[in-house]
Structures are given as structure tokens and as C-alpha cells.
């Protein structure tokens, strides 16, 4: 997120869990089972764990995650798994409690830890961690991340750090993200656009279009490769 802060979207621009719900139940009955929640940071919104139990219900859902920042996860970790969340997954970059605050501006890495051990404790397994690097996975917060969840039964995913604007964008060491040859995902943004790539301009409104209408441009016109984003940020697509 920049310094200066964010434009917040209009409260009537943002779509409701109503409306999330049915894009999920759309998607599941045209074959899509993975379902996962992203941000911004998905545990800072109103009702999180109400949106959690209404995606669990629905039928076909097989692999149902969340990624977060993890600052508020030991808060939520049992109700979400209670409503019926599988895994999480938690960003984590660097283990020195000053470089954190700094990398996030304000954020606590005990809470963090805690959140992870919580996790853990009510069975939102297996944890993945999501560590964002420069270069290497050589680089020493990123050995530091790798000795911590090598201690603690946790998987590691080194994330090169990304530019939309540029194109720079990597295969996930320990993952299958930015492989284009593979990459059947779909993204459905805060106000409602479907992106078939974070790397492209190209997005189809669900208000606009109708979700199945959304869907189906989103799926035909998916690109083979991802190329640059002009038009987006991380903080308002989603990570």
C-alpha cells in the first residue's frame, strides 16, 4: 500500500456478499471448486466470517482458503474454520520485528506469529506462508522464513516481487502462480469486475455484463500469457 494512502471505493461500488455468493455459485456449476479469499486484507472487512459460512454451504466448493496479512488472524481462526474455511494462507516476508513494522507501517509481527500458531491449533491446515522476495529465496530474510516454518511444520512460497505497470512477474518457487502455460484462475475484484489476468487490463463487470455474461468473457478471453497492467494496483485488484 503507498505512503500516501489509498482513494477507498464508494460503499455503493463495492459488491455485496450477496452478490460474491452467487459468482461463486456460478462458477462451481460451470466446474470451478477451488475457491479462495484475498485482499487488501479480507479479515478487516465487516462480517468476514458470515461470508466464509455462506461460500462453505454452497455445494461442489472442495478446496475453500484464505490468504491474509495474518495481524487478525488468532481473533478469527476458529470461528472461520467453524463456518467452514479449510487453510490459510499468510504473508510473511521477514522475521525482524523492526523490518516488519516497516514493511507494513504499522503492523505487529508477535501478532502475526500468533495468528499462525492459531491456525494451526484449530486445524486451518496445511499453513502456507507467502514470502515476498527481491531475488533469491538465498536472501537472508528469506532463510530466516524457511528455518522458522521448517521448525513449525509449515510450507514456504517465495513470491519475486511483482510490478504490474512493468510486467514483472515470475513463476511461485513452491507454487503454481505466474505460470502462464497452467493458469486457469479467475478474479473477481471488491466493485465486481472478473480479471482473467493480473498482468492485463482486460475485466468484465458483473453488474455490467451479468455474472454469467462476466464469466464467460473472462474464461473465452483469457489471455495465453500475462503482459502489463496499466490500470491497476495490487491494494485495489487484490494479492
Known sequence: MPESGIKLLDHKDIISFEEIVDVVKLSVDKGIDKIRITGGEPLVRKGIVDLVRMIAEIPGVKDFGLTTNG????????????AGLKRVNVSLDTLNPEKYKEITRLGNIQDVLD?????????????????VIQKSSQEPDAIDVASYCKENGLSVRYIKQMQLSEGHFSVVEG???GDCKI??????????????????????SIREFGIEGALEKALFLKPECGSVNTEGEFYNIGG
Open 71 to 82: 495481524i487478525n488472524l488468532k481473533k478469527y481462526a476458529q470461528d472461520l474454520k467453524n
Open 183 to 204: 493458469c486457469n484462475r479467475l478474479r473477481l475484484t471488491a466493485n465486481g469486475n472478473i480479471k482473467p489476468c493480473l498482468f492485463n487490463n482486460k475485466e468484465y
Open 175 to 177: 507454487g503454481e502462480g
Open 115 to 131: 495468528g499462525i500458531a492459531e491456525a494451526r491449533k484449530v486445524g486451518l491446515t496445511p499453513v502456507k506462508i507467502n514470502c
